[in-house]
């Protein structure tokens, strides 16, 4: 995913002179192509993530369009306050692009994993977040992004992943459907657990009378509603899957949004990663079964009352 | 000259007319909001002044061709900002906006900057240490443009404890930014006390050019002093340092190097008053 995200961001830079690409200490390699035919348009700068964010904000102010990648978390945390004073007060469009979401760096610790990164972002007016779950999801959301005057943040996964949607996606920002529309089971996710859901849902469509259906969001804010509303009221239990801690995610946007809709959130569950700094290490894996996040955790989670 | 002595020579320098008018017209106007940063306010009243009257260009209009050509000012220690809205009152430059209703909550103007509330503003700050990346950022892209503008960003003393500042000052110099200008309003006070009681920052010449800036130190009252620092080209290819000596609560016996007059609430008009005649010409 990282890899496509990067490549996509050379190609944009190709069509359109604003686009930059700013890095913070990136691996020897990185864009390297970039950086030799268009050296005006790449930057790779120090490890210093508060500059970082005030310097694109500069350069988005003058009209360039910057692309920004380091870890995750050391754009929500270490420069948490340059996202929300110096791009969103501001309205500016640059486009955050956060590796190793979730427990992706599961085994170099709680510093370096990326679990209340939804929380934090989406406590910020007009940034924008984004989670997608495949390739073809990222590249087509990075196209979009050109022309769109606010500051995103974008969660990527490990890379590798399955693709499941398809490669040109006009709104790729809208909610995906799976699975039956008068589903019994309905499951909610973000990001890459779309992966462990479906396969949750071949499994219970296997050994369940139950229907099941599922849907992704690859956009946390700005949630469109009616297209999975009547699914919602159908469906009798409603899983929210995030790899993410419990508060502030896609369970706490999802029953905003539906208490606000006037409908029964008592139906829905949530499974989630803990409240917790987390000291085991192993893979990425190892914490979605610990935790009940792979597939056969979400077919547990269904079938329970 | 050591800079207790450089203090000095920033206490003890005159006020011009254009000075006194100013400071007038900043007591006058904390007179309904009863509050305001007034001491860091009136360090900086000369390096804006002369900085918007005789050294930056493009600014009178914001709806001009030329805008976009102008130079880029910003004020990272945002809460000396009756110190920036004075002087753009002043020069007509606020489109006629009220000024006399600071931090009213109608108000266009806060007791921090914004930019979305005042256009000619060019970029919000407060919270401290963020105007020097911005204006890196600045910088760079009138390079990548090829325009020939600059950048100036006046931060604190106290607000050099800051370490984004100094990530930004080693970024400038990677780039060879010889259009940004750094003005380092040194009136040797924060919040608490005294510099120097609370994190030393001296030697700051010699911190600034370890960094690669070129450097000058100047007394950010003389109005002489700045115009020569800020107008003359800088021939090098580094960014450039003027660390201006300035006093805080300068002009004002009994708000000059006192922090009690850093930031204060409940100030009641007789007070504004008294302090409008202890105005030292």
């Known amino acids: 995913m990282r890899q496509t995200a990067l490549q996509t961001v050379y190609e944009l830079a190709k069509q359109d002179s604003r686009v930059v690409f700013v890095g913070s200490d990136l691996g020897a390699g990185t864009l390297k192509e970039m950086r030799e035919e268009l050296p005006s348009q790449f930057f790779m700068e120090g490890i210093s993530e508060q500059y970082l964010v005030g310097f694109v904000a500069g350069l988005a102010k003058e009209g360039f369009i910057p692309y920004v990648n380091t870890i995750a978390n050391f754009f929500t945390r270490r420069a948490f306050e340059q996202i929300a004073m110096d791009l969103a007060l501001h309205n500016l469009p640059v486009r955050l692009l956060a590796s190793g979401g979730g427990m992706v760096y599961a085994p170099l610790g709680p510093t370096h994993t990326a679990v209340d990164d939804f929380a934090l972002m989406t406590s910020v007016p007009k940034l924008r977040v984004f989670s997608p779950g495949d390739a073809n999801e990222m590249r087509e959301l990075l196209v979009h992004s050109l022309n769109d005057p606010h500051p995103w943040y974008i969660r990527f996964g490990k890379g590798g992943e399955p693709i499941f949607s398809p490669s040109e996606q006009p709104q790729p920002n809208k909610p995906k459907l799976f699975g039956d529309p008068r589903a019994e089971i309905l499951f909610l996710t973000t990001g890459i657990l779309i992966h462990e859901v479906l396969e949750a849902m071949k499994e219970l469509n296997k050994s369940s009378n139950n229907t099941v259906g599922a849907i992704h969001f690859s956009e946390l804010t700005n949630v469109e509603f009616e297209a999975w509303a009547g699914r919602y009221q159908t469906a009798r239990k409603v899983i929210v899957a995030e790899e993410h801690i419990p508060q502030g995610g896609l369970f706490s946007i999802m029953l905003r949004l539906l208490h606000g809709n006037n409908l029964d959130t008592r139906k829905m569950v949530q499974s989630s990663l803990p409240f917790a700094y987390l000291h085991n290490y192993g893979s990425q894996r190892d914490h979605l079964s610990a935790h009940g996040l792979d597939s056969i955790g979400l077919v547990h989670r269904a079938r329970v009352q | ?281």
């Open chain 2, 1 to 281: 000259m050591n800079y207790l002595n450089r203090h000095t020579k920033a206490l003890e320098v005159g006020l011009s007319t254009d000075s006194v008018r100013l400071r007038k017209r900043l007591l006058e106007i904390t007179k309904n909001a009863g509050r305001g940063h007034i001491g860091p306010a009136l360090s900086i009243i000369e390096i804006v002044d002369v900085l918007y009257r005789h050294v930056m260009v493009n600014l009178e209009d914001t709806q001009s061709k030329e805008w976009s050509r102008r130079d880029r000012f910003l004020l990272s220690k945002g809460h000396g900002c009756l110190g920036l809205y004075v002087v753009l009152e002043d020069l007509g430059l606020l489109d006629g906006m009220d000024l006399s209703n600071f931090c009213s909550y109608e108000s266009n103007f806060g007791g921090h900057p914004e930019s979305s509330t005042v256009p000619v503003i060019e970029f919000s700050t407060g919270s401290l240490g963020h105007g020097m990346p911005v204006a890196v950022g600045l910088a760079v892209a009138a390079k990548l443009k090829k325009e020939s503008w600059r950048v100036f960003v006046v931060v604190g003393d106290g607000e050099l404890n800051e370490g984004s500042n100094w990530e930004a000052a080693a970024h400038a110099c990677k780039h060879n930014l010889d259009n940004l200008v750094v003005i380092v309003d040194y009136n040797n006070m924060q919040a608490s006390g005294e510099i120097s009681d609370v994190l030393e920052m001296y030697p700051i010449r010699e911190k600034w050019e370890a960094f690669g800036f070129k450097t000058i130190e100047i007394n950010g009252h003389d109005r002489k002093e700045l115009k020569r620092a800020l107008i003359t080209s800088n021939s090098s290819s580094s960014p450039l340092c003027i660390v201006a000596y300035t006093v805080k609560g300068k002009g004002i016996k009994k708000a000059e190097n006192s922090s009690v007059w850093h930031h204060k609430a409940k100030i009641s008009a007789e007070e504004i008053n008294a302090l409008t005649s202890d105005l030292t010409i």
